[in-house]
């Protein structure tokens, strides 16, 4: 349900998605980011088909992850309509992420 994207497919899946995306900044060595893994995988399986979900591996994307200004890792971004509109850092639980999911559609 999560679609891995790359500095190559970032613009086409998150900026252009016709619904909002939810993007995982994350990297395989980091703890926290495996923590969140499991809370994103079962918000793409309730979501699907309102909310795009999307994951970059900062270590693999660098540019991509500048340009976002990505500084702390897990750091999540939700988009609306190829603008982002709110961010989450660090391994918050799920209560935290699903109001802004919901915010979002």
Do not use: H
């Not at 500084?71 to 999540?76: A, F, G, T, W, Y």
């Amino acid at each position: 349900m999560i679609e891995v994207v790359t500095e190559q497919t970032y613009e086409d899946e998150v900026l252009k998605s016709e619904v909002p995306a939810v993007v995982d900044f994350w990297a395989p060595w980091c703890g926290p980011c495996r923590m969140i893994a499991p809370v994103m995988e079962k918000l793409s399986e309730e979501y699907q088909g309102k909310v795009k979900f999307c994951k970059v591996n900062v270590d693999e994307n660098q540019q991509l992850a500048a340009n976002v200004g990505v500084q702390s890792i897990p750091l999540v971004v939700f988009y609306k309509d190829g603008k982002k509109v709110d961010e989450s850092i660090g391994a918050v639980p799920e209560p935290v992420i699903r109001p802004k999911i919901d915010a979002l559609l």
